[in-house]
């Protein structure tokens, strides 16, 4: 597999993918003297964080079909009336679901509404408390944090 991009800088960029069991990817700019090896997930991981874009190995994904036209990979079934381009679409918008839950992951509806109570309880002065002294009420209150350290 080989890839051509047109670099801004006006000369040709060619990907090889140079299988050889370590995955690695030759990236030149055509004269052997600038080509550089580097390793296939390193070039992907580059190009994900460069261009803020999702990666995806589909290599895992066995596409079935069944007897009635229905096609289905992982979890996925797609019905026989929905085209390539409905798919992307739908896709597309699990994909941006999938990065929204990992940017704001589900709150614990419970555990929010003991929070409110410990606040209750706190009486109506906790708005008037300096953050350290709200802070310490919240802990004796039983409130733990995740905070990474390790002390």
Known sequence: ?????????????????????????????????????IGRAEF???????????????????VAEMPDGTIKAGKALAEPNLTAGDLDDIGRCYLALARYRRENPPVD?????????????LGREWSQLTETELARRLYLAGVRVETGATS
């Open 109 to 121: 509806k419970a555990q929010v509404t003991a929070l409110a109570g410990v606040v209750d309880n």
């Open 1 to 37: 597999m080989s890839t051509t991009v047109e670099s801004i800088y006006g000369k040709t960029i060619t990907l090889t993918d140079r299988w050889d069991g370590g995955g690695d990817i030759l990236f030149g700019l055509g004269e052997p003297t600038t080509s550089r090896i």
């Open 44 to 62: 992907l991981a580059a190009v994900a964080m460069e261009c803020d874009v999702t990666i995806l190995d589909l290599s895992g994904y066995g």
